[in-house]
């Protein structure tokens, strides 16, 4: 199967902004919750943000305010605009689709389908 399709990482300094893009293949379109993840080196993967099948957001507490997540449907696309970036923020991150709703997806052990990841970098 065509993993779901992650870009847009990259390196910037504290304050940048970066759009992360997740094209989900076909196979993912009864997902009842897609998700962006992270996994910082030597750390816990950790859930960044969540989307509903009827739109709803949720945010890791520590990103609220900073990063935007929308979907595209015409595209099977999920983005991420993360603004006034952080060195904590540095992470592999993931875009994920699940089955369940983002309530049950938070820990990320009910991830149908993952990505590759992309890297992002922020510096000082």
């Known amino acids: 199967q065509e993993p779901l399709g992650e870009s847009g990482g990259g390196s910037v300094q504290t304050g940048g902004s970066l759009r992360l893009s997740c094209v989900a293949p076909e196979y993912t379109t009864n997902s009842k919750c897609m998700a962006w993840f992270r996994q910082a080196p030597g750390k816990e993967r950790q859930g960044v943000a969540t989307?509903?099948?009827?739109?709803?957001?949720l945010y890791l507490e520590s990103v609220e305010g900073r990063f935007t997540l929308s979907k595209d449907n015409t595209k099977n696309t999920l983005y991420l605009q993360m603004d006034s970036l952080k060195p904590e923020d540095t992470a592999r991150y993931y875009c994920a689709a699940a089955g369940l709703p983002c309530v049950h997806v938070w820990v990320g052990s009910d991830v149908d389908y993952w990505g590759q990841g992309t890297l992002v970098t922020v510096s000082d």
């Open positions: 989307m509903d099948t009827d739109g709803t957001t």
